[in-house]
């Protein structure tokens, strides 16, 4: 069992930052794959980043086309990842959630892919207001 908690949402203006962390707890190391995903009401989930341990020994980040440029995901050690949220939008409002992909090896496409993920975290709200 892995447990997810998120924080560091909350109520920004339009073109300020944020920074999400979520901390794992549970069976989880250093070749799991972290994410976030995000969902605005009325929407589908929809991927955000992801970061992914490569057989060259480091971590690779994976990002959507809508926030490539403005977000960054980094992996502080084997059970945290941040997401740092620049230039936000009001179109980034939503709950962000944070996942873990415990089974090593996968394929590159399979990171955007919410089913991908074993566990969740509860979520944390982020609000852009215009």
């Known amino acids: 069992q892995v447990q997810l908690v998120e924080s560091g949402g909350g109520l920004v203006q339009a073109g300020d930052s944020l920074r999400l962390s979520c901390a794992a707890s549970g069976r989880t190391d250093s070749r799991s794959s972290m994410g976030w995903f995000r969902q605005a009401p009325g929407r589908e989930r929809e991927f955000v980043a992801a970061t992914r341990w490569t057989t060259g020994g480091f971590y690779y980040g994976y990002y959507s086309d809508s926030v490539k440029g403005r977000f960054t995901i980094s992996r502080g050690g084997a059970k945290n990842v941040l997401l740092q949220m620049n230039s936000l939008k009001p179109e980034d409002t939503a709950v962000y959630y944070c996942?873990?992909?415990?089974?090593?090896?996968?394929?590159?496409?399979?990171?955007?892919?919410?089913?991908?993920?074993?566990?969740w975290g509860q979520g944390t709200q982020v609000t852009v207001s215009s």
């Open positions: 996942a873990v992909d415990t089974t090593p090896g996968r394929d590159a496409n399979s990171a955007y892919s919410p089913t991908t993920y074993d566990y």
